[in-house]
């Protein structure tokens, strides 16, 4: 029933983002100020990913 998996990461984590989309995670968007680091509210970017072949349906 794994269908869907998503993740949250700083927007300047550019290493990271790569990582993930090498594993089929895809940007869906960004959070304004949601994450603290050094004291500091940071924007971060929402990635998901759905199982290939998967639709709607499915669920």
Same mark, same amino acid.
């Given at each position: 029933?794994?269908?869907? @998996? +998503?993740?949250?990461?700083?927007? #300047?984590?550019?290493?990271? @983002?790569?990582? $993930? +989309?090498?594993?089929?995670?895809?940007? +869906? &968007?960004?959070?304004?100020?949601?994450?603290?680091?050094?004291?500091? $509210?940071? #924007?971060?970017?929402?990635? &998901?990913? @759905?199982?290939?072949?998967?639709?709607? +349906? #499915?669920?």
């Amino acid at each position: 029933m794994l269908i869907r @998996i +998503e993740l949250s990461v700083f927007t #300047d984590n550019a290493a990271a @983002i790569h990582l $993930y +989309e090498k594993f089929g995670f895809q940007k +869906e &968007g960004v959070k304004r100020m949601a994450g603290v680091r050094a004291g500091k $509210y940071e #924007d971060l970017c929402i990635m &998901g990913r @759905i199982r290939p072949g998967s639709s709607a +349906e #499915d669920v």
